[in-house]
T-cell receptor, first 113, second 114 residues
Framework: EAGVAQSPRYKIIEKRQSVAFWCNPI?????LYWYQQILGQGPKLLIQ????????DSQLPKDRFSAERLKGVDSTLKIQPAKLEDSAVYLC???????????FGPGTRLLVL | AQKITQTQPGMFVQEKEAVTLDCTYD???????LFWYKQPSSGEMIFLIY??????QNATEGRYSLNFQKARKSANLVISASQLGDSAMYFC???????????FGTGTRLQVFP
């Protein structure tokens, strides 16, 4: 079974630029999550989708971050415009709605200069 | 508010020895789940083990076991027979009954030496 796929793996941008990350969850997983992991901290949930609907986006900075999951499969997370403090690893995870475990992708390391 | 505390920023263990990584949690929900993940330097979070709050027995998965002490609100990870490949960051996480959101601790960096 293929795992969660993410791209790109690394991205370097200048502040005020835009960036987008892509995630393809494990096949059949209805729930998809985006986490932000700042250096030295544990991951923090940004947004959760159930199929193509948003379940929880309470910690998403909506003035600059947006996410979508069209057709309930792939998802994109966008930052526009980026700030220095957005430098982090962005992790995508998915879970089967009937099970407990979230499986994570390899993450995208973002550096904002 | 739910919270996960990992008080050990770093741990060292010799190859083939056992090591315990500490995790305490705080929640008012009687139903919750506890998870441990491993994060190598490559960045991905690898699921290791799960313990439900109503599980009667401690969870085990190969060389990993979870020492669950509900009254003390602790869920320590025990790795037996450490291997060099076990060197990584280890995160404890909790999920309450009515949400899917995982709350993570700050992690413990484990280094296994020969």
């Amino acid at each position: 079974e293929a795992g969660v796929a993410q791209s790109p793996r690394y991205k370097i941008i200048e502040k005020r630029q835009s960036v987008a990350f892509w995630c393809n969850p494990i096949s059949g997983h209805a729930t998809l999550y985006w986490y932000q992991q700042i250096l030295g901290q544990g991951p923090k949930l940004l947004i959760q989708f159930q199929n193509n609907g948003v379940v929880d986006d309470s910690q998403l900075p909506k003035d600059r971050f947006s996410a979508e999951r069209l057709k309930g499969v792939d998802s994109t997370l966008k930052i526009q415009p980026a700030k220095l403090e957005d430098s982090a690893v962005y992790l995508c995870a998915s879970s089967d709605s009937e099970k407990e475990t979230q499986y994570f992708g390899p993450g995208t390391r973002l550096l904002v200069l | 508010a739910q919270k996960i505390t990992q008080t050990q920023p770093g741990m060292f263990v010799q190859e083939k020895e056992a090591v315990t990584l500490d995790c305490t949690y705080d929640t008012s929900d009687p139903s919750y789940g506890l998870f441990w993940y491993k994060q190598p330097s490559s960045g991905e979070m690898i699921f290791l083990i799960y313990q439900g709050s109503y599980d009667q027995q401690n969870a085990t998965e190969g060389r990993y076991s979870l020492n669950f002490q509900k009254a003390r609100k602790s869920a320590n990870l025990v790795i037996s027979a450490s291997q060099l490949g076990d060197s990584a960051m280890y995160f404890c996480a909790m999920r309450e009954r009515n949400t899917d959101k995982l709350i993570f601790g700050t992690g413990t960096r484990l280094q296994v030496f020969p």
